[in-house]
Structures are given as structure tokens and as C-alpha cells.
């Protein structure tokens, strides 16, 4: 069984933290000799994640807008992410036989978002299975065709070889997963961002890749779908509890529990709070947009964002 030594990742998280400052959403490509958008870093021993653009998915950035992970066993690899391509998958999978001569074993997609499973096509061409929750499954089966042609839109040829491809292995609640030694526990915590929000708990190295549960580089989406005041009490009545000393977030640098609370819940706290008081003083739809979301400005996607956040977060407390 692998064991992790603490001074070694403690120096490792915080030289990680230290490198945040480079991720910016004005970087178009920080790895052009690669369809990644960055070269996979090794975050705790055996952990690799390949950090994404913090900006929407472009052409330039290949779709490679969250993090795509991989953990090495002593008997293969266990990938989290299939990627927004089939080309992203591959490019990702090009860095991990750098790494390693061991097969990948199991694609994890952290939910129904076409970065999680578009480059399913990819995995299930190598023979992987590939795992995901009840719910993103089914985002796959119902949306599956229309995400997909989106992405071809921005990633014209990109899109070469991608096709819609679902996990042919789902949970509900908890999966669990040994490989080399190496308790994985898939879960999914409860109503979050998205359909079949998915983590990945290693308790034996306290690690957690947390799929889009947790924001703090980039302002968290809320979808027309997203139950704002779920994603609070999941988050602080689930994840929380877990108490990971490393952590893995959907978007942006690897970093601690700390970090994406404040970059989630208290983003989501103060969103909620703000719209609650607007409401309250007769405010209208058009009045929520302009909320003052000001001390949040410096996360990326802010612009693209905030107001539509502000917007859902209305219509969704008119009726709590």
C-alpha cells in the first residue's frame, strides 16, 4: 500500500498554491505542442492533474477547461475526466504512458458536462470502462447529440474522431473502486452544480478530486437546472465532514478545503443573501441582475457570469 509523506506534499501544495497566479483566463494556450491546454503536475505523489483554462471552452484552449486527473496504482491507472475530445483524450493519454508503462484501468466523468465525457469515444475505443452517475448518464443519453455539436462549433476540426459515447458502468450513491492497493470511493455527495455530480475521495492520502462541487479560481456556474441552496447544504453537510487536506477542484489549481469553501459556499452564501434582501425589498428580475456581486470580480468568468448567476438565484428563492 502506498503511503505519502507529509513534508513532501505539504511543500508540493504549497508551491502549487504559489503557481495559482499564472492561471488567468487571458492565457489562450499554456502548452501548445500538446492538444492540452497544460502539461499534467504530479499535485501528492501518484495524483496528476492537468489543469484547464479557467475561460469558457474555445478553440484555442481545445475545450480543456477543467481539470482532466489521473492517479498511478502499482497495477494501472484510474483517469478522471474523459475530456472534451476524443483528441483531448488521447493528447492526455499520451502523458500518461509518459508516466507510467501501466494501463489505464477505469475513466471516471465527474458529471454530464461534455468536458467530462465527450472523449469517452476515445476510452471506450482502448477497451476502458468508464464510470459515471445514474443521473450524468442520463444527461449523456438525453443532450448528449446537442452538446456535441456544440463543441464542434468551437473546436471544428478539434472534433475529429468524437462521437457520443456514455459510461457503461453507473452508481447512485457510492462506488467503490480498489486498484493496486488503492481505495477509491466514488461518490456523489447530493445536488450540486449539475447533473450527477461526482467525487473521488482517496481517504488513506486525504485526497479529494472533487469534480464541480468545489470553485475557487473561476466563478461557479449555476445552470437553470442548479438548486443553489442544495449545492450550500450538500457541501457544508457532506463534503465538509470528509475534511480532505488536499484537494482537486473541477476548474482551476489544486488546492485545499479551505479555498473552495470560501470560492463556493461563501460565493454562494453571499449571492444568495444579496438576492434574498432584494427580493424581500420588492425587487424584480430585472433589479437582481445588478446585485452587488463586486467582491467576487476577481474570479474569472466573472463577466460571463455574474448576472446570470444573479438572474437563477432569483427565480429559483422567488419560490423557496
Known sequence: MVRISRWIVTGALAAMIAGAVAASEDIADQYPQSELYAKPVEFIPHVFTAIGATAPPTYENSGHNNNLSFVVTSEGVVVVNGGASARLAAALHDEIKAVTDLPVKLVI???????????????????????????????????????????????????????????????????DYELG?????????????????????????????????????????LFADTCSKCWVETFEEKFIPLAPTYVIPGHGH???????????????????????????????????????????????????????????????MEWE
Open 109 to 175: 466523468n465527474e458529471n454530464g458536462q461534455g468536458h467530462a465525457f465527450l472523449g469517452n469515444s476515445y476510452w471506450a475505443d482502448q477497451g476502458v470502462d468508464i464510470l459515471a452517475h445514474e443521473d450524468a448518464i442520463h444527461e449523456v443519453e438525453e443532450n448528449g447529440h446537442f452538446i456535441l455539436e456544440g463543441m464542434k462549433r468551437y473546436n471544428r476540426d478539434k472534433a475529429e474522431g468524437t462521437r457520443t459515447v456514455a459510461a457503461n458502468l453507473s452508481f447512485s450513491d457510492r462506488y
Open 181 to 221: 492497493g488503492v481505495k477509491f470511493e466514488i461518490l456523489h455527495l447530493g445536488p450540486a452544480h449539475g447533473p450527477g455530480d461526482t467525487q473521488v475521495w482517496i481517504p488513506e492520502w486525504s485526497m479529494m478530486i472533487a469534480g464541480d462541487i468545489a470553485f475557487h479560481e473561476r466563478m461557479p456556474p
Open 254 to 316: 489544486p488546492t485545499n478545503l479551505a479555498v473552495v469553501t470560501r470560492g463556493t459556499v461563501d460565493y454562494l452564501k453571499d449571492l444568495r443573501e444579496k438576492i434574498g434582501a432584494h427580493i424581500e425589498e420588492g425587487g424584480d428580475l430585472g433589479g437582481a441582475y445588478y446585485v452587488d456581486q463586486s467582491p467576487w470580480e476577481h474570479l474569472d468568468t466573472f463577466e460571463e457570469l455574474a448576472t446570470k448567476n444573479a438572474g437563477r438565484v432569483f427565480e429559483e
